[in-house]
């Protein structure tokens, strides 16, 4: 791999020293080479003096394959667009594929976008306009309307025909939905189905049904999960006429999984982990709402602790502990919260297996507390020559964890019951709520047994 | 979708219904008309005598395709064995792909494994041999040898040919590599191509060069991350002598992604989410090595305060804020942990960005701890009538965050460089060091400042 590595340094070397002293026959065969990829890749190094090279060098045509790698960030992409001419533009969108002609034409604003639209013939237009109107992460804003589709009453060799067609513009050939006059989809064949059948068979006859499909406004999580499971290369979407409206490839829908899971990920730490800013303040600006949002819970545990004041300056030696057993409760809440919501993601729980998801998250804890609660018994008791305390601590270990289980393993649960995602109870609120439960707990029962452990 | 769900149901209950009563002809039928993901759902949830009927009702070749689709846990599926026949066993793991072969293969002790193995022919022994003696998580543990190949002097139609007699045992034929007499991978020509070129013409001049490869100890995650950036549909392996042996597809891929982000979700969590397990006894003895760990670290600051006693019964004020200064910093430590992991799994990171990476999150920490201290100081100082404690805490406060943003990007990236899966450096472990250094720096700095705080 260093090896390819290596290679396509040099290659992407030469590529750029071919722009900058002008040769466009060399840069233009060397470039159009390349996977759209590593275009997109070497496109977006470029300046914008060589940026401007690259527009006389390349038709929009050639161009609109490497827009269609710039997926991942699509803000960036469409400030390319004021480099070049209206027409231009206008022709590169119209020769990318429909998803992501829309992820570009959907960051514009609505003076720019109406100019591009003017510029395409009114059923495209039309077909833009319904496509930009779809919810992010629902099926329709990631479907793409290239699809090739045939018809029941064709044989195989009139299909493969069709295919050989579609081929240059379809995003895929290999899945092929059947339709009816009305455009209602009725079955699939798979180019394998194709291959392997006769060529005088007749579609409707050698078609795969029902087959399986999801609605536009259908969340892409949904859309992930299925054809995960069931391996399949694409899905197809339809409205609610069952008209087959748009096709959804595999490769869209790892980009899907990737997102998702950054997405948990991100939830868990309390932080968008794709934010990848080098500015401090930017990075610090994102960060900030949600801990200040915390520090006023811990002000709220300050608080608490403020109470007990009058037991603290009795005895010094309970603050000794305060960050050993909040730490260890939000701990083991903290890993409650990540297995409920993972959980959650994965399957379809019914009321009954959630509550019994709590009652075993809560025993957990108990086991837990109770082993940890033991150990430090022991540990401070023999350190301090004193059991009582000893007992004091572990007794508020063990029950700090069970609460810190409980509260990671149910709001999660009601977060989720009431519609919000439960990936949004990171970490860090459970552990900082988990601090002032632990608080409470630790000094509720030091106050108990103050006079049998404190010794002066 | 609702709809899907209920359609399913019910005719897995007609499936199962048809089973008990020993309706052969039935099962048979709507058995292996559903797909192989359905299939496979259905017999993990039958019962021994039902599984007796279903090694009755069907060909081991056609409970060969349900054993394909239970891939997620090779561990239970070799289970079923033992009720099977050896021959029934033998011809079943024969006709399933190489690569789910292996995986159960993998799962079985020696004596079985030779047994199994006795049973093949010589030369589909030795090939699942070798396919067994790769790593875990390599291209060539997770690549499939069922591959079709094309040789470059050979003609679109004769090629077309070839995938037909292929396309009943290949795992994907819409990806076709073309090797010289050698087995030496020399191209790649898609299906799509072949479609689109002239019968007539030559493979070798309208395949594409070179094709990208990985080797067979390649880590999976890399030949995860070259499919989705690429969008192929499979990857070819390559031995060291540039031989094809094997073909990794995007589904086999999908897995993998949802492996490895799970994992980095467990890693910062603390635990394994993917456990699910209802015992809490089993739960609680897989969490608790690293619950037991922080623990002792957790103990090491009890120490460090218990040197501070001292201090906290001349100020027991001290106390009310501990948890609040260890939560925040523990808490802005997670989200600079978080952010530099993911970092790290992205990018190809040179020393150079990686200092850089450092520096911004201390900066970060910084910006967060003025802001948060400020806050802090000011409402302390109201609460508590006094604008010097009101200091010490907020100034801290921006100590903590600081260093707690400086270990939560430096300790991962040090044991990316030594070698170590920077995601084991979890937010529990983080949040616990970082009450350590916290609790270190508040009573430092309240040691300091304290004949100016204490009003009595």
């Given at each position: 791999?260093?090896?390819?590595?290596?290679?396509?340094?040099?290659?992407?070397?030469?590529?750029?020293?071919?722009?900058?002293?002008?040769?466009?026959?060399?840069?233009?065969?060397?470039?159009?080479?390349?996977?759209?990829?590593?275009?997109?890749?070497?496109?977006?190094?470029?300046?914008?003096?060589?940026?401007?090279?690259?527009?006389?060098?390349?038709?929009?045509?050639?161009?609109?394959?490497?827009?269609?790698?710039?997926?991942?960030?699509?803000?960036?992409?469409?400030?390319?667009?004021?480099?070049?001419?209206?027409?231009?533009?206008?022709?590169?969108?119209?020769?990318?594929?429909?998803?992501?002609?829309?992820?570009?034409?959907?960051?514009?604003?609505?003076?720019?976008?109406?100019?591009?639209?003017?510029?395409?013939?009114?059923?495209?237009?039309?077909?833009?306009?319904?496509?930009?109107?779809?919810?992010?992460?629902?099926?329709?804003?990631?479907?793409?309307?290239?699809?090739?589709s045939i018809v029941?009453?064709?044989?195989?060799?009139?299909?493969?025909?069709?295919?050989?067609?579609?081929?240059?513009?379809?995003?895929?050939?290999?899945?092929?939905?059947?339709?009816?006059?009305?455009?209602?989809?009725?079955?699939?064949?798979?180019?394998?189905?194709?291959?392997?059948?006769?060529?005088?068979?007749?579609?409707?006859?050698?078609?795969?049904?029902?087959?399986?499909?999801?609605?536009?406004?259908?969340?892409q999580e949904d859309?992930?999960?299925?054809?995960?499971?069931?391996?399949?290369?694409?899905?197809?979407?339809?409205?609610?006429?069952?008209?087959?409206?748009?096709?959804?490839?595999?490769?869209?829908?790892?980009?899907?999984?990737?997102?998702?899971?950054?997405?948990?990920?991100?939830?868990?730490?309390?932080?968008?982990?794709?934010?990848?800013?080098?500015?401090?303040?930017?990075?610090?600006?994102?960060?900030?709402?949600?801990?200040?949002?915390?520090?006023?819970?811990?002000?709220?545990?300050?608080?608490?602790?403020?109470?007990?004041?009058?037991?603290?300056?009795?005895?010094?030696?309970?603050?000794?502990?305060?960050?050993?057993?909040?730490?260890?409760?939000?701990?083991?809440?903290?890993?409650?919260?990540?297995?409920?919501?993972?959980?959650?993601?994965?399957?379809?729980?019914?009321?009954?297996?959630?509550?019994?998801?709590?009652?075993?998250?809560?025993?957990?804890?108990?086991?837990?507390?109770?082993?940890?609660?033991?150990?430090?018994?022991?540990?401070?008791?023999?350190?301090?020559?004193?059991?009582?305390?000893?007992?004091?601590?572990?007794?508020?270990?063990?029950?700090?964890?069970?609460?810190?289980?409980?509260?990671?393993?149910?709001?999660?649960?009601?977060?989720?019951?009431?519609?919000?995602?439960p990936a949004v109870?990171?970490?860090?609120?459970?552990?900082?709520?988990?601090?002032?439960?632990?608080?409470?707990?630790?000094?509720?029962?030091?106050?108990?047994?103050?006079?049998?452990?404190?010794?002066?």
């Amino acid at each position: 791999m260093a090896d390819t590595e290596k290679y396509n340094q040099i290659k992407t070397e030469e590529i750029i020293d071919s722009l900058d002293k002008g040769q466009r026959y060399n840069f233009h065969n060397e470039f159009t080479d390349l996977h759209v990829y590593e275009q997109a890749e070497i496109f977006t190094t470029l300046d914008k003096e060589q940026r401007q090279r690259v527009y006389q060098y390349l038709t929009p045509k050639e161009l609109s394959d490497t827009f269609d790698a710039i997926e991942d960030d699509p803000e960036e992409a469409v400030k390319y667009f004021d480099e070049m001419s209206l027409k231009y533009v206008a022709e590169l969108l119209d020769n990318m594929y429909t998803d992501n002609e829309v992820d570009l034409l959907g960051q514009l604003d609505k003076h720019k976008l109406a100019k591009y639209l003017g510029l395409m013939d009114k059923d495209k237009a039309n077909e833009i306009k319904a496509l930009l109107h779809y919810e992010d992460k629902t099926a329709g804003a990631i479907m793409s309307t290239d699809f090739a589709s045939i018809v029941s009453n064709q044989t195989v060799s009139s299909a493969m025909q069709v295919l050989r067609e579609e081929a240059g513009n379809a995003e895929t050939i290999y899945y092929d939905y059947v339709v009816n006059n009305d455009k209602r989809l009725l079955g699939i064949v798979t180019l394998r189905n194709l291959l392997m059948s006769d060529e005088t068979a007749l579609i409707g006859d050698i078609m795969t049904t029902p087959v399986m499909s999801v609605k536009a406004d259908d969340d892409q999580e949904d859309v992930a999960k299925m054809i995960r499971d069931y391996n399949f290369l694409a899905m197809p979407v339809t409205n609610y006429d069952e008209q087959l409206i748009g096709v959804i490839t595999v490769d869209d829908i790892i980009d899907v999984i990737d997102e998702e899971s950054a997405e948990d990920y991100s939830g868990l730490a309390g932080v968008d982990t794709e934010e990848q800013t080098e500015n401090p303040f930017k990075a610090a600006s994102k960060r900030l709402p949600w801990l200040i949002t915390l520090l006023f819970l811990g002000m709220s545990t300050a608080s608490l602790v403020s109470h007990f004041e009058g037991l603290l300056s009795e005895a010094s030696i309970l603050a000794v502990f305060i960050s050993l057993i909040t730490g260890t409760a939000g701990n083991a809440g903290t890993q409650s919260l990540a297995v409920a919501v993972r959980r959650l993601a994965v399957k379809d729980d019914t009321e009954q297996s959630v509550v019994r998801l709590i009652i075993s998250e809560v025993f957990t804890g108990l086991v837990i507390g109770v082993v940890t609660g033991i150990a430090v018994t022991l540990i401070v008791g023999i350190w301090k020559g004193n059991f009582v305390l000893g007992m004091v601590i572990g007794l508020a270990m063990m029950s700090a964890i069970t609460v810190a289980n409980l509260a990671g393993s149910f709001i999660p649960i009601l977060m989720d019951k009431i519609g919000v995602d439960p990936a949004v109870a990171s970490g860090p609120f459970i552990s900082t709520l988990s601090d002032l439960t632990s608080v409470l707990i630790y000094f509720s029962i030091a106050q108990v047994f103050l006079k049998f452990f404190i010794t002066s």
